[in-house]
């Protein structure tokens, strides 16, 4: 078993940045895969970013490239989304998820196992 916790959500201006956290917990990380998903009211949940524990390999969808960076603290087995130039389509419920690793990377959410609760991010205009 895998446990995430999310946390680092709010309200921010367009333009403006936050820094969201997932701490994972249970099983070693190492063979994991831990991805950034998110979920906007009536719409299907989304893949954001992911990164592989063991050499941190990272991946983005092409709506946050450039603006969201992903990455992980071994030492504290915590993930951060450092999201800067938010707009209002941001705006979601973000998730942090795991799967065992695989070279090529999951990019819907059924292929991950473990999910955290969310946290919502505002981003008004």
């Known amino acids: 078993q895998v446990q995430l916790e999310e946390s680092g959500g709010g309200l921010v201006l367009a333009g403006g940045s936050l820094r969201l956290s997932c701490a994972g917990s249970?099983?070693?990380?190492?063979?994991?895969?831990i991805a950034w998903f998110r979920q906007a009211p009536g719409k299907e949940r989304e893949f954001v970013a992911a990164?592989?524990?063991?050499?941190?390999?990272?991946t983005y969808s092409d709506s946050v490239k450039g603006r969201f960076t992903i990455s992980r603290d071994n030492a504290n087995t915590t993930v951060y989304l450092q999201m800067n130039s938010l707009r209002p389509e941001d705006t979601a419920v973000y998730y942090c998820a795991a799967t065992r690793y695989s070279y090529s990377f999951p990019r819907t959410a059924p292929n991950y196992a473990y999910w955290g609760q969310g946290t919502q991010v505002t981003v008004s205009s």
């Open positions: 990164i592989t524990w063991s050499v941190g390999r990272t």
């Open positions: 249970g099983r070693t990380l190492s063979s994991h895969i």
